[in-house]
């Protein structure tokens, strides 16, 4: 299993999401937050950081999943620009479900 986290802007949330609804991944993790950072190109001797609304997306997938979800995440998010967000990959070695104690990828 793998954990797929994406930080991007806030304003391609419901996109993002309807896409990933269409995957049937069971379900995600949305969070509401501030990122904080010098933009890139700028003068790092002046240390002004710029505050911007995102979003974190975290969802946990099979690991034939994880390229397809990375697929749609890199077309939804995809502009060119400074600021379309990053996407970061680990591994996940076991899952329980509390309610039932099933372990694994049923588990998800």
């Given amino acids: ?23 049937d991944i069971g379900g995600m993790l949305i969070t509401h937050l ?24 975290e969802i946990i997938v099979t690991d034939p999943a994880c390229d397809i979800a990375v697929e749609i995440l890199m077309k939804c998010l995809h502009t ?3 600021g379309d967000g990053k996407i970061f ?12 104690g099933e372990r694994g990828p049923i588990a998800v």
Wanted: proline share 5%.
């Fill in 34 to 57: 501030i990122g904080l950072g010098l933009p890139r190109g700028s003068d790092k001797k002046e240390k002004k950081y710029y505050e911007q609304p995102k979003t974190k997306l």
């Fill in 1 to 23: 299993m793998k954990k797929i986290m994406a930080v991007f802007p806030t304003e391609r949330e419901e996109n993002v999401k309807g896409e990933l609804y269409k995957l």
């Fill in 89 to 100: 990959i680990s591994h996940v070695e076991d899952a329980i479900r509390i309610r039932t």
């Fill in 80 to 82: 060119g620009k400074i």
